[in-house]
C-alpha cells in the first residue's frame, strides 16, 4: 500500500474517530439511570428501561469500533496494515475504506 494511500485513510480514520467520540457521549447520556421517583406510567417506565438497554448495546458496539479504529491509526504507517491477520493477503481498499478497523478479509471473515 502506497504512502499517499495511508494519508487517505489516515484523515478518513479521524474523521470517523471524531464522529464516533460524539456518538459515544450521546449514548452515555441517554443511557444515564431512570430515577424510580419519576412520575412516569408503568408501561413508559418499562418502554425507557427497553431504550435503555438497546442504547447500552449501541455504546459498547460504539466503543469497540473506537478501539478498532485507534488501533487501526496507530498501526497505519506499518508494513503489514491493510493485509489479513489470518491469511497474509491484501484487504480489499474499498472494505478498508469502509471499516477501517477491520484486520480481515472478506473471504476470511466471513469464515468467522
Known amino acids: 500500500m502506497e504512502l499517499k494511500e495511508k494519508k487517505e485513510f489516515e484523515k478518513i480514520i479521524q474523521k470517523k474517530i471524531v464522529q464516533l467520540i ?4 450521546d ?3 441517554s443511557t444515564q439511570t431512570l430515577e424510580p421517583d419519576c412520575s412516569i ?11 435503555n438497554s ?3 448495546a449501541a455504546l459498547r458496539k460504539r466503543e469497540e469500533k473506537l478501539k478498532g ?3 487501526a491509526l496507530a498501526h497505519l504507517y506499518e508494513e503489514e496494515f491493510g493485509k489479513c491477520s489470518r491469511c497474509g493477503n491484501e484487504i480489499q ?3 478498508i475504506l469502509l471499516m477501517p478497523e477491520s484486520r480481515f478479509c472478506v473471504p476470511c471473515a466471513k469464515r468467522g
Open 69 to 71: 479504529l485507534e488501533y
Open 41 to 51: 406510567g408503568r408501561v413508559s417506565r418499562m418502554d425507557a428501561i427497553n431504550n
Open 54 to 56: 438497546i442504547n447500552q
Open 22 to 25: 460524539k456518538d459515544i457521549a
Open 93 to 95: 481498499k474499498e472494505r
Open 27 to 29: 449514548l452515555k447520556e
